[in-house]
């Protein structure tokens, strides 16, 4: 049986959250490599880096308390939560983003994630007062600054439909847990455009245009990153 602290890791079965599992065992702790769908892979993850595998769905409440009971009877303390699920990017402009779709991205970034958290403090967290969670964001949500009753948008990215809305979201669900339990280490970064697969939402010619302007990170950078960040005082 491990003794290292856990570390649990929503989308943990690919992409960003995959890497972030890894980057995790290799700074001594053990990752709950958490998954919807991808069960294979997530337990090729889990058996590369020592983790644990964990179905959970942020759309079902039922599953959402089921992991988190799942979490509280580990032998090992849960030291942190990485949000990296995140549904697949429907690319739309604003007028035509589609109720389901919004629906789903706000149940996966903003509802599902305050129903986990709000578990995981009380059955978890609270005990010690002490733990870290670091919500993934994104550069495609720019910087906005508000002046009266004009908002003016800088470098938020067009015709990225519901998705930037909902990690608008999180990061006012994370701004509101950080306040209601300061004792918590709430972390947020912003990766730009990341080697994974879902850039496969984009034309090619789009990506070429968008390379020549910057140069595309690796999931493993962004987990480094992100690492960093929940593990800084």
Not at 39 to 66: K, N, P, W
Request: net charge negative; charged share 20%.
């Amino acid at each position: 049986m491990s003794n290292r602290k856990l570390f649990l890791v929503s989308g943990g079965s690919g992409g960003i959250g995959a890497a972030v599992c890894h980057e995790l065992a290799t700074r001594g702790f053990r990752p709950v490599v958490a998954y919807h769908r991808n069960q294979f892979a997530a337990h090729d993850v889990a058996e590369r880096c020592e983790g644990i595998v964990l179905h959970l769905d942020l759309t079902s409440e039922a599953s959402i308390l089921d992991a988190v009971s799942h979490i509280e009877v580990q032998a090992e303390p849960l030291a942190g939560v990485v949000l990296c699920g995140s549904p697949p990017l429907a690319l739309a402009p604003f007028g035509k983003i589609t109720a389901d779709e919004m629906q789903l991205q706000l149940q996966v970034n903003v509802i599902g994630p305050q129903r986990l958290l709000a578990e995981l403090v009380r059955r978890c967290f609270r005990k010690n007062k002490e733990g870290v969670v670091v919500g993934v964001l994104s550069q495609a949500m720019g910087a906005d600054v508000c002046e009266g009753e004009k908002h003016h948008g800088h470098g938020v990215a067009a015709g990225m439909g519901a998705y930037v809305i909902a990690k608008y979201g999180m990061a006012g669900m994370l701004e509101l847990l950080a306040a209601d339990y300061p004792w918590l280490r709430v972390r947020s970064v912003k990766p730009g455009y990341t080697e994974t697969r879902m850039l496969q939402v984009f034309d090619e010619r789009f990506l070429a245009l968008q390379r020549e302007k910057q140069e595309f990170t690796t999931p493993q950078h962004v987990a480094s990153v992100i690492v960093d960040e929940a593990l800084a005082p």
